[in-house]
């Protein structure tokens, strides 16, 4: 029998998207005011009619969605999840299958150590 994928792991996994993107953890901080601030950047879970799906916090504390706007359920999220940080993990090192299936090295990607700067 599969093993249902629990809100924990999922969440653990949207946490890892965001470090290896260096993104803020949370969507939400508070300035030294008090006042409840937006963390720009931040991907998080959005969970409503039973589905599950990711959003990004845009300027302003709005949101918007990450990939598909279709809802999916938590053990399909994690994949896709999974897949992200896979693919951000392998752009980092300069490599990435292409859509044909070939190996694509020494790849520009920006912040990473293929930058060049």
Aim: charged share 25%.
């Amino acid at each position: 029998m599969a093993q249902r994928t629990t809100d924990k792991q999922l969440d653990y996994q949207v946490e890892c998207l965001n470090r290896e993107l260096g993104l803020p953890l949370t969507p939400w901080s508070m300035d030294a005011a008090g006042h409840n601030v937006s963390n720009v950047g931040n991907i998080h879970i959005d969970s409503a009619y039973g589905g599950y799906r990711l959003e990004q916090m845009v300027k302003g504390g709005g949101t918007r969605v990450v990939g598909d706007a279709q809802r999916m359920n938590k053990g399909q999220l994690w994949s896709a999840v999974r897949m992200m940080i896979d693919a951000v993990q392998q752009a980092k090192k300069g490599s990435y299958i292409d859509s044909f299936g070939r190996k694509v090295e020494n790849a520009y990607v920006p912040g990473s150590e293929n930058d060049g700067r």
